[in-house]
Nanobody, 123 residues
Framework: QVQLIESGGGLVQAGDSLRLSCTTS????????MGWFRQAPGKEREFVAA???????YYGDSVQGRFTISRDNAKNTLYLQMNSLKPEDTAVYHC?????????????????WGQGTQVTVSS
C-alpha cells in the first residue's frame, strides 16, 4: 500500500518562506516521478511542480523562480521549498506519486495522492 504524507504547511506572511515535505512508503520511491499540486477553495487542482526520477524539474508559470522541488531518495522524501510567498499561493498543497519515471504536469499521470497540507499566506 502506497502512502504519501505531507507536512510543513502553516500560516505565514507575504514574502516569507516555507518548506513542504512529503514522506512516502509502499514502493521504490527513486524509480518514479513525483509532483506537487495545489487547490484553493472553489478552484480546480493546479499543477505546481514536478520532478523525474533523474531530477529533471518542471514548474507552473505562477511559481517559476520562487519555488524549488527536490527529492531525497535515501529518505523517500519529496520537498517543495517555497520562497517569496504571495497571498495567491494560499491553498491546500498535495504531494503526488507518478505512474512512470517521468515528471508530468498532468493530474492523470499520478497514481497516488496525499491528503494535503494547508498553506495560508496573509497580506
Amino acid at each position: 500500500q502506497v502512502q504519501l504524507i505531507e507536512s510543513g504547511g502553516g500560516l505565514v506572511q507575504a514574502g516569507d518562506s516555507l518548506r513542504l515535505s512529503c514522506t512516502t512508503s509502499g514502493r521504490t520511491f527513486r524509480n518514479y516521478g513525483m509532483g506537487w499540486f495545489r487547490q484553493a477553495p472553489g478552484k480546480e487542482r493546479e499543477f505546481v511542480a514536478a520532478i523525474s526520477w533523474r531530477n529533471s524539474t518542471y514548474y507552473g508559470d505562477s511559481v517559476q523562480g520562487r519555488f524549488t522541488i527536490s527529492r531525497d531518495n535515501a529518505k523517500n522524501t519529496l520537498y517543495l521549498q517555497m520562497n517569496s510567498l504571495k497571498p495567491e499561493d494560499t491553498a491546500v498543497y498535495h504531494c503526488a506519486a507518478g505512474s512512470t519515471s517521468r515528471a508530468s504536469r498532468v493530474l492523470g499521470d499520478y497514481a497516488y495522492w496525499g491528503q494535503g497540507t494547508q498553506v495560508t499566506v496573509s497580506s
